[in-house]
Nanobody, 117 residues
Framework: QVQLVESGGGLVQPGGSLRLSCVAS????????MGWYRQAPGKQRELVATIRGGGNIFYTDSVKGRFTISRDNAKKSLYLQMNSLKPEDTAVYYC???????????WGQGTQVTVSS
């Protein structure tokens, strides 16, 4: 399967910014969909943003206008630029790659984002 490694998490004050990165390795010929999910303690994992192979992008309502998902196919990387961070954004963030409709998706190990004063 595809191996994914996230980085870029940390502690930031409300209103601050972070940029998360996810680097993939393994057999990747194409991308069906890739995205970012997050999970806060005691809560279910939720979708944050996705970008499909054709370029279509989706954001959950709570992050629209603040987060930007992007990719670099040559570097096999996925990014999430997070601006105007709120305490409610505190969670472990996971990247997700699915290389085809017939394949099983792969998850990264997660990176902690904490937004607090």
């Amino acid at each position: 399967q595809v191996q994914l490694v996230e980085s870029g998490g940390g502690l930031v004050q409300p209103g601050g910014s972070l940029r998360l990165s996810c680097v993939a390795s393994g057999s990747i010929e194409s991308i069906y969909v890739m995205g970012w999910y997050r999970q806060a303690p005691g809560k279910q994992r939720e979708l944050v943003a996705t970008i499909r192979g054709g370029g279509n992008i989706f954001y959950t309502d709570s992050v629209k206008g603040r987060f930007t998902i992007s990719r670099d196919n040559a570097k096999k990387s996925l990014y999430l630029q997070m601006n105007s961070l709120k305490p409610e954004d505190t969670a472990v963030y996971y990247c997700y790659f699915r290389v085809s409709v017939a394949s099983t998706g792969s998850w990264g190990q997660g990176t902690q984002v904490t937004v607090s004063s």
